[in-house]
């Protein structure tokens, strides 16, 4: 009888144990992060984190979509043991002006690494100051009277004399100390021939 009671006592206590939740090890993933800003020029990335510390590696592949629409599909190696393995996903292409909320879905391989596999993200796609056209004409203008300005300063400025070299500077040197003793050869001259002459008449009138 003691016998029968012992057997019932072990075959609850093991459908006990059966019936308690087993720990089962995977990756979390930390989407805090949920507003992303973006421009209409470059778009922008969003990102998350992924916990697989206690995990084996596995493949995951990412797929952002608005509405029915994928905007973006990414696949990735997450190592194990990595507690924050960040997920990023580039988006140059979005680029609509305005506020979207977009839902990033994740799958994996093996499958059933995550718990929540798919959350939702806001991103606000904002004007780029340099996507506005009229900036590019003023700049456009601006190049114009500047060119204008230095062409009329050119044209305005008296040319300089060509640089000489040293050779043609000594041979200038020459040239202008030969005029100048030639002027003086004839100042010199000058004077002594007309005196010759005046005491030649001179001479002439006594006679």
Same mark, same amino acid.
């Given at each position: 009888?003691?016998?029968?009671?012992?057997?019932?006592?072990?075959?609850?206590?093991?459908?006990?144990?059966?019936?308690?939740?087993?720990?089962?090890?995977?990756?979390?993933?930390?989407?805090?992060?949920?507003?992303?800003?973006?421009?209409?020029?470059?778009?922008?990335?969003?990102?998350?984190?992924?916990?697989? /510390?206690? &995990?084996?590696?596995?493949?995951?592949?990412?797929?952002? $979509?608005?509405? %029915?629409?994928?905007?973006? =599909?990414? @696949?990735?190696?997450?190592?194990?043991?990595?507690?924050?393995?960040?997920?990023?996903?580039?988006?140059?292409?979005?680029? /609509?002006? &305005?506020?979207?909320?977009?839902?990033?879905?994740?799958? $994996?391989?093996? %499958?059933?690494?995550?718990? =929540?596999? @798919?959350?939702?993200?806001?991103?606000?796609?904002?004007?780029?100051?340099?996507?506005?056209?009229?900036?590019?004409?003023?700049?456009?203008?601006?190049?114009?009277?500047?060119?204008?300005?230095?062409?009329?300063?050119?044209?305005?400025?008296?040319?300089?004399?060509?640089?000489?070299?040293?050779?043609?500077?000594?041979?200038?040197?020459?040239?202008?100390?030969?005029?100048?003793?030639?002027?003086?050869?004839?100042?010199?001259?000058?004077?002594?021939?007309?005196?010759?002459?005046?005491?030649?008449?001179?001479?002439?009138?006594?006679?």
């Amino acid at each position: 009888m003691k016998g029968r009671y012992a057997l019932a006592i072990l075959a609850a206590l093991a459908l006990a144990v059966c019936m308690i939740p087993a720990d089962t090890d995977g990756a979390t993933i930390d989407n805090s992060q949920r507003t992303f800003e973006f421009d209409n020029l470059n778009g922008g990335t969003i990102w998350f984190i992924v916990d697989n /510390s206690s &995990g084996s590696s596995f493949e995951m592949t990412v797929t952002v $979509t608005e509405g %029915s629409k994928t905007v973006a =599909t990414q @696949s990735y190696s997450v190592p194990a043991g990595d507690s924050s393995y960040r997920v990023e996903v580039s988006m140059p292409g979005f680029t /609509s002006e &305005g506020t979207h909320t977009l839902t990033v879905s994740c799958t $994996t391989d093996p %499958s059933g690494q995550f718990t =929540t596999s @798919s959350f939702n993200v806001t991103v606000n796609v904002e004007k780029n100051i340099l996507s506005n056209w009229a900036l590019y004409l003023v700049i456009a203008v601006i190049v114009i009277v500047i060119a204008i300005f230095a062409y009329l300063k050119i044209r305005d400025t008296p040319k300089n004399k060509p640089e000489m070299t040293f050779e043609q500077l000594e041979a200038l040197r020459k040239q202008e100390m030969a005029e100048k003793s030639q002027k003086k050869q004839k100042s010199s001259t000058g004077p002594s021939t007309e005196r010759k002459r005046y005491l030649e008449s001179k001479k002439k009138g006594k006679e």
